[in-house]
Structure formats: structure tokens, C-alpha cells
């Protein structure tokens, strides 16, 4: 049974830092696209960052850039988000999505949201200014 555990979110000033985690079961990180998501009010689900295995480089969307990071601990069947100098804009529910297949590079994943297979309950990570 696949599923995937969101946590780490909650209440940061702007300019905090953050780290979510995304407890995965049911399936190994090997040769796997994840990827973590969020969708603020009224705005729809964007992609924030996404690796795949096809080609091993990570995805940002440009707002984050220089900012997160994405990682992945296949012992521990973790993908990780840190966020730093975290602004309001950043807030929203962040989700973990991963698909059991590689076919396609980070980017396409994160721009293509409906290409993963399972998404885990989202985690509200809120940024007062």
C-alpha cells in the first residue's frame, strides 16, 4: 500500500527557514520521480521542486530558487524540502507527490502535476511577515 506522510510545516516569520519531510512506504526512492507541491488560497496546485531519476537534477520553480532545496534519503524512505528565507508568498499547503516510474525529467513533473501517482495529505506551512 502506497503512502506518503507530509510534516514539518507550521508557523515561520519571513526570513525563517523550514523543513518538511515526506515518509514514504509501500515503495523504495530507487529509480522514482518525487516531487513537492503547494496551493495557497484561491490560487491553483504549482509545482515547488521535483527529481526524477531520469536525469538526476533537481527542479525549482523560479521564485524559489536559491532558496530550497530538495533531497532525498533512500534509507530512510524521506524526501526532504528545505525552505529558507521564507516570505509570505510562500505560504500555502505543501504536498509530497511521487510516481513509481522515472519517465520523464524533474521539470516535466513539477510543470505536470497530474503525472504523479500518489500524493501524500498536505502540510501548512504559514510565513508572517
Known amino acids: 500500500d502506497v503512502q506518503l506522510q507530509a510534516s514539518g510545516g507550521g508557523l515561520v516569520q519571513a526570513g525563517g527557514s523550514v523543513r518538511l519531510s515526506c515518509e514514504v512506504s509501500?515503495?523504495?526512492?530507487?529509480?522514482?520521480?518525487v516531487g513537492w507541491f503547494r496551493q495557497a488560497p484561491g490560487k491553483e496546485r504549482e509545482g515547488v521542486s521535483c527529481?526524477?531519476?531520469?536525469?538526476?537534477?533537481?527542479y525549482y520553480r523560479e521564485s524559489v530558487k536559491g532558496r530550497f532545496a530538495i533531497s532525498k534519503d533512500v534509507a530512510k524512505y524521506t524526501v526532504y524540502l528545505h525552505m529558507n528565507d521564507l516570505t509570505p508568498e510562500d505560504t500555502a499547503v505543501y504536498y509530497c507527490?511521487?510516481?513509481?516510474?522515472?519517465?520523464?525529467?524533474?521539470?516535466?513533473?513539477?510543470?505536470?502535476?497530474?503525472?504523479?501517482?500518489?500524493w501524500g495529505k498536505g502540510t501548512q506551512v504559514t510565513v508572517s511577515s
Open positions: 527529481i526524477s531519476d531520469l536525469d538526476g537534477r533537481p
Open positions: 507527490a511521487a510516481n513509481l516510474v522515472a519517465y520523464y525529467s524533474s521539470g516535466y513533473y513539477c510543470q505536470h502535476p497530474t503525472g504523479m501517482d500518489y
Open positions: 509501500g515503495f523504495t526512492l530507487d529509480d522514482r520521480s
